[in-house]
């Protein structure tokens, strides 16, 4: 019997190795208003949080006093770049794997905060879509993660009481953990399939 009837799978930095290609898109609409974004910074920063809160948090980062405003006029053209970068992605053949390993077996899922238009291109070309069970992204929520909203919203959408997370931002995981669920906490994306596949073979807590 398995220890799970789900696993969900967050997007960003787990299904693919997206965070340096925000990192680039930022990098460039940042660099007309003169603010310095490093990776540390960003990592440390902006992973798992709102739009706004992160619009915010790089308007503290300019040295001339940038408006959210102003920044935010260029959110559609970092998103618009962000999408046509990855469709010159492709899902790595171990998830892919991985995905065909658990599908007979699992409901499946992907929670993510980015918009369906950011992601679902990605979900589409790779095959991801057709596979899973349901998706829940951040342009259908109220609270975003470290919310419990979209783990619950995934959770309920699909019936199951019992599910597995799989994440790598502080936000995410806490959000997860506030649903209820186990989490596979991921730190080097190429880790997820060995971990996702070695927690659900454990047997269940006593």
């Not at 998103?79 to 998830?95: P, Y």
């Amino acid at each position: 019997m398995n220890r799970y009837e789900a696993v969900l799978f967050d997007f960003d930095g787990v299904l693919v190795d997206s965070e340096p290609i925000h990192f680039d898109c930022w990098q460039e609409i940042l660099g007309p208003f003169g603010i310095d974004l490093d990776w540390d910074t960003y990592c440390e920063h902006c992973i798992g949080v709102t739009d706004r809160a992160m619009l915010a948090f790089l308007c503290t980062l300019s040295k001339t006093g940038v408006s959210i405003e102003s920044l935010g006029a260029e959110y559609p053209r970092k998103k618009a770049m962000f999408r046509e970068r990855m469709l010159k992605v492709d899902l790595a053949e171990d998830l892919r794997a991985l995905i065909a390993e658990l599908k007979p077996h699992y409901k499946l899922g992907v929670v993510t905060s980015s918009n369906i238009l950011e992601v679902g291109p990605f979900l589409e070309a790779s095959g991801v879509m057709a596979s899973v069970d349901v998706v829940v992204h951040g342009g259908e929520v109220k609270h975003h993660k470290p919310h419990p909203e979209p783990y619950l919203l995934a959770v309920e959408r699909l019936g199951v009481k019992s599910a597995l997370a799989v994440e790598d931002s502080r936000a995410g995981i806490a959000a997860a953990r506030a649903a209820g669920l186990d989490v596979v906490e991921i730190r080097d994306q190429r880790d997820v399939s060995n971990l996702v596949k070695a927690a659900v073979q454990s047997p269940p807590a006593v």
